[in-house]
């Protein structure tokens, strides 16, 4: 029953698509994550005397979260916009 009520949320053309919640809690945890783990590492390095971060990646691990956070909406949005709603409803 939930893949067709989210079957017919997708269809409705009141909501806005349902993508856009995935990106922004994408981009909210990779900023909130970004955030704790640059005040660790300068803690880390000022502590301990650890070598400071590598920029590279610092920089490529927070778009790597990101496009697989999107690549996973899509994949399940597009999943779910492929069930016919009755049929789903049906069958639970």
Avoid: C, W
């Avoid at 009141?14 to 809690?25: H, I, T």
């Avoid at 990779?30 to 301990?48: E, K, N, P, Q, R």
């Avoid at 691990?61 to 994949?75: G, H, S």
């Amino acid at each position: 029953m939930n893949v067709g009520v989210k079957t017919m949320r997708l269809s409705s053309p009141q909501e806005p698509p349902q993508g856009r919640g995935a990106a922004a809690m994408g981009v909210g945890g990779v900023a909130l994550g970004t955030a704790l783990s640059s005040a660790a590492g300068y803690g880390l390095t000022a502590g301990l005397g650890l070598p400071s971060f590598d920029a590279a990646l610092f920089a490529a691990v927070p778009v790597t979260l990101v496009v697989t956070t999107l690549l996973a909406a899509a994949i399940s949005a597009r999943r779910a916009a492929s069930i016919d709603p009755q049929r789903a409803l049906r069958q639970d």
